[in-house]
């Protein structure tokens, strides 16, 4: 490790290093001393859950997030209930990884719909049954706002203040929102939203990634390494710890570069630029 072990705050998510087994996620960040991870749910399925809870605490290891829930859009009551019942197992599995936050991405337009508002509206429709469930597990709700450009298949939620116009219906100890710059980078309003968003208790999670132009045509898999871009991440982090947040700061690249090299080498850069760019 070029920098000593990784900064306390810092967390990686394991799809910056996807091409890691969960055992090889957890060995290579012990070995960093890396203090906190972002989880997805398909790995830990796979591994099983139970066995992730175990080597992850025994590794003395923190789940930051678990990713993710949400999709609540659906225009049907049956869809609806469906992603319902998801998001309920979700929360459990947040709870047995004794995971800090399980992400929100909302869901976008069912096909054929063109009405956000009333997409926005069954966000909260679906969030008014689960914000209580997850509560008593323990779990905290993050709603992730997504650049615009995901709106109309993956979240028509895009900005913060959207986010925290529907997450302040609800107590703060249950929902709160995702910060990920990545996504909300380019919004004049985010300074006074991430003030409004920490005053009230609402951050519950900060991601990183960077901008970098132009944007490969699987947009899904372009975020930049830190430091690439055109983000100032220092600032972003700055802002959101200002606003009041404490906790873990997790880099969530999705990226084929990265994951084409070794995890450890990844890992090393990755921490290296946090450094660089973030701390």
């Not at 990784?6 to 996807?18: D, K």
């Not at 749910?41 to 949400?70: H, I, M, N, Y």
């Not at 966000?123 to 209580?132: K, R, S, T, W």
């Not at 939620?157 to 107590?171: N, W």
Request: charged share 25%.
């Amino acid at each position: 490790m070029s920098g000593g072990p990784a900064p306390a705050r810092f967390s990686l998510n394991h799809e910056t290093v996807r091409q890691w087994s969960l055992p090889e996620l957890v060995a290579g960040c012990a070995e960093a001393g890396v203090a906190a991870v972002g989880l997805w749910r398909d790995p830990v399925r796979e591994f099983g859950l139970r066995e992730t809870a175990k080597l992850v605490a025994g590794a003395g290891l923190r789940v930051s997030s678990l990713c993710r829930g949400g999709f609540f859009t659906a225009a049907d009551p049956v869809g609806r209930a469906g992603a319902l019942e998801d998001n309920r197992r979700a929360v459990e599995e947040a709870a047995e990884l004794g995971a800090d936050t399980l992400v929100l991405v909302s869901g976008g337009l069912p096909d054929g719909d063109r009405d956000l508002v009333g997409a926005r509206r069954r966000i909260v429709d679906v969030l008014a049954a689960l914000a209580p469930w997850a509560a008593a597990h323990g779990v905290r709700l993050g709603i992730e706002p997504l650049h615009p450009m995901f709106a109309s298949d993956r979240c028509v939620v895009s900005t913060l203040g959207q986010a925290l116009d529907i997450a302040e219906r609800f107590p703060a100890q249950q929902v709160g929102v995702v910060a990920d710059a990545y996504h909300l980078w380019w919004d004049e309003r985010l300074p006074a939203d991430l003030h409004r968003a920490g005053t009230g208790g609402r951050i519950v999670s900060v991601q990183l990634a960077d901008w970098v132009t132009p944007l490969p045509a699987g947009v899904l898999t372009g975020r930049g390494q830190l430091g690439d871009g055109c983000i100032d991440l220092r600032a972003f982090r700055e802002t959101a710890d200002a606003a009041g947040y404490r906790g873990p700061v997790e880099v969530e690249i999705f990226h084929p570069g990265l994951w084409a090299r070794d995890g450890a080498e990844v890992l090393r850069e990755v921490i290296d630029r946090y450094r660089a760019h973030v701390a």
